[in-house]
């Protein structure tokens, strides 16, 4: 279907207004606000104890929650993809579930089962606490970023197939030094693109966090938190508006680090037939013993 010059540039048109309004006058304003009196009083107001502290939690919170996703996503994307089992459609639906269910709700279902009174309640008679506590903040946000990691990694494990697993295992290859050699570096890019967004959506988050946080300075609260808390109840609005702009700025060097990824990961993904040969020489670099002529290294081939 061929298109106007005149429709092309209207098209263009309403795309350029409508991220105008919605995104770039937003945030252009949120940063003017920051800076209206001058960058020594914003520093001021993003290195006050609270800001600091709320920067810690938040980063902490990143630490843990994307080892964890990192290690049950590709585990969970294998078994999908790799794997044959019964229920495997109602585990394809729980993994989506996050993003069809309000944050909200997640915190409130982590509530019932781990505050007081709740199925799991009990666990603070033994003195550890989840709600209220750094526990039920990584529970809150593992469970809103769990879909990340396992749905940028298992469509990488579908177009790469079973063929250089099945070759690495006819060679002798081990499971573990096939996913190392083999497996890995093949999703790595998929894996990496999981990575950064979790750990925007770790930064970002907030409705499921408010609902398992106390709130209170310097013991569980983060950035998000802390730009709440100065807007609505401390009526600090130009130090809410810094706290928002320190947290756009570091969701900011996470976009950019996403696009280099996605721009590099396009750039030197090799084809498939080159990655089968790369993933042969490899397989049969691991299952010729030492000392072999480079004759039988080929007739192993």
Known sequence: MRVSPFARLGLRTVALLYLLVLLVVPVALIFWRSFEHGIVQFWDW???????SALQLSLLIVVIVVPLNVVFGVATAVALVRGRFPGRGIVQAIIDLPFAVSPVVVGVSLVLLWGYGGWFGGIESLGFRVIFGLPGMVLATIFVTLP????????VLREIGTEQEE?????GATGWVTFRRITLPAIRWGLTYGIVLTVARSLGEYGAVIIVSSGYPGISQTLTLLVSSRYTDDYNEYGAYAAATLLMLIALLVLVAMTLVE???????????????ETTDDATELSTPPGSAPGEKEYAR
């Open 46 to 52: 993003i290195t006050t104890p609270a800001a600091i």
């Open 148 to 155: 990340f990691v396992v749905r940028e990694v298992e469509p």
């Open 167 to 171: 070759a690495a295992a006819t060679l």
């Open 263 to 277: 721009r590099r990961g396009s750039t030197r993904r090799p084809s498939r037939t080159a990655r089968r040969d």
